[in-house]
């Protein structure tokens, strides 16, 4: 389970721990933020109607969710989503390892369709090709 800002409860204001209940859909009116709850904060016959959960892909927090309209979302809070959004964009390129056309040696492109190993090289591949002309 990865480290994240602990929630707090909407009702109480306690930190909501490694489960989560999630106030919203039909009761709360579209574009509004869904409102996170502890598990003291709601009533038992509410807890086992809730059956739906989904666990969060960044911090692994069981996030329950009540109505029908409600969509389950991959993470429990915005912090999580923009964590894991990071993470993807930090991610390291695979390297590509191509023949430059113009000397015919290797070299890692940055591109995919680069075709030449630096700008001295393509210079030299073009000043070629115009003096055949």
């Known amino acids: 389970m990865r480290s994240v800002t602990p929630l707090a409860c909407s009702n109480c204001g306690g930190a909501i721990g490694d489960v989560m ?9 579209w574009g509004t933020p869904e409102l ?10 509410l807890q086992r109607s809730w059956r739906k959960y989904r666990d969060c ?10 109505c029908a309209s ?6 429990c809070c915005y912090e999580c989503l923009r964590l894991a959004k990071n993470a993807r964009r930090r991610k390291p390129r695979r390297t590509i390892y191509m023949v430059c056309v113009g000397c ?3 070299f890692t492109a940055q591109r ?20 055949r002309r």
């Open 112 to 131: 995919r369709d680069a075709e030449y190993c630096s700008s001295a090289c393509r210079q030299r591949a073009y000043r070629g090709r115009v003096s």
């Open 21 to 29: 209940y999630v106030r919203g859909g039909d009761a709360i009116p």
């Open 104 to 106: 015919e040696e290797t």
């Open 57 to 66: 892909h960044w911090c692994g927090r069981r996030r329950y969710y009540g």
């Open 36 to 45: 996170p709850l502890c598990p003291g904060c709601v009533p038992s016959d």
């Open 70 to 75: 409600q969509l389950p979302r991959n993470y």
